[in-house]
T-cell receptor, first 110, second 113 residues
Framework: SQELEQSPQSLIVQEGKNLTINCTSSKTLYGLYWYKQKYGEGLIFLMMLQKGGEEKSHEKITAKLDEKKQQSSLHITASQPSHAGTYLCGADQAGTALIFGKGTTLSVSS | GAGVSQTPSNKVTEKGKYVELRCDPISGHTALYWYRQSLGQGPEFLIYFQGTGAADDSGLPNDRFFAVRPEGSVSTLKIQRTERGDSAVYLC???????????FGPGTRLTVL
C-alpha cells in the first residue's frame, strides 16, 4: 500500500523567514493534495498537483510536484503567524479516498 | 453555500455504548468520505460513498463500525460496543466528483471512557 512521509515533523520559524515542507511517496503520485489544519478544526484545502513538474502558487505558498511524481514540496515565503498550523499532504488512491502523511506542525514566532 | 457540517462536535460515551455520528455534506456533492484522525496522525480513511452506496468500505477497522447514506445526502457513522481505542476525531468530507478537492467538516471528537 502507498505511504506518505512528511518532513520535518515539526518546525519553528521566525516571522518573515522562508520554509519548506517535504512529502515523499512510496509509489508514483497520481494526485497530490496539500491541506492545512488548525488544532481542533477540519482540513482546509490549499492546492492539488497532478502533473510531473507542476507548480502552483497561492499568495505566499508554492507547491511543487517533482518530475518523477514521487515527491512534493510546500514552500512558504516570508512566513506570518497566520501560517501556523499543521500541513498535511494527501495522495489520491485510484480515485477513491486520500491517504495522508502524519503532518508537519508549523509554529511562527513573532 | 454552507460547508460540510458534522454533529455532534463532541461526544463522550462509556465503553460498550453505541454512538452515531452525523455528516451533512455540501449540497449536490455525490461523493462522501469518512476518516478517523488520532492525535499526531494524519486522517485515516474509513469508508467512501458514491451516492447512496458504499463504494469502498475497506478502511472500516472491524464489524463494530457501520455507515449509511440512505438518500445520497446525509450520512451516519455508527459504532457499536465502543472501545477506548475508538477515541479519535472523526472527519467527514465531500466532493462533487470521485477525483478532486475534498471539502472537510470540522469533525466530531469522540471520547470513550
Amino acid at each position: 500500500s502507498q505511504e506518505l512521509e512528511q518532513s520535518p515533523q515539526s518546525l519553528i520559524v521566525q516571522e518573515g523567514k522562508n520554509l519548506t515542507i517535504n512529502c515523499t511517496s512510496s509509489k508514483t503520485l497520481y494526485g497530490l493534495y496539500w491541506y492545512k489544519q488548525k488544532y481542533g478544526e477540519g482540513l482546509i484545502f490549499l492546492m492539488m498537483l497532478q502533473k510531473g513538474g507542476e507548480e502552483k502558487s497561492h499568495e505566499k505558498i508554492t507547491a511543487k510536484l517533482d518530475e518523477k511524481k514521487q515527491q512534493s514540496s510546500l514552500h512558504i515565503t516570508a512566513s506570518q503567524p497566520s501560517h501556523a498550523g499543521t500541513y498535511l499532504c494527501g495522495a489520491d488512491q485510484a480515485g477513491t479516498a486520500l491517504i495522508f502523511g502524519k503532518g508537519t506542525t508549523l509554529s511562527v514566532s513573532s | 453555500g454552507a460547508g460540510v457540517s458534522q454533529t455532534p462536535s463532541n461526544k463522550v460515551t462509556e465503553k460498550g455504548k453505541y454512538v452515531e455520528l452525523r455528516c451533512d455534506p455540501i449540497s449536490g456533492h455525490t461523493a462522501l468520505y469518512w476518516y478517523r484522525q488520532s492525535l499526531g496522525q494524519g486522517p485515516e480513511f474509513l469508508i467512501y460513498f458514491q451516492g447512496t452506496g458504499a463504494a469502498d468500505d475497506s478502511g472500516l477497522p472491524n464489524d463494530r463500525f457501520f455507515a449509511v447514506r440512505p438518500e445520497g445526502s446525509v450520512s451516519t457513522l455508527k459504532i457499536q460496543r465502543t472501545e477506548r481505542g475508538d477515541s479519535a476525531v472523526y472527519l467527514c468530507a465531500s466532493s462533487s466528483d470521485r477525483v478532486g478537492e475534498q471539502f472537510f467538516g470540522p469533525g466530531t471528537r469522540l471520547t470513550v471512557l
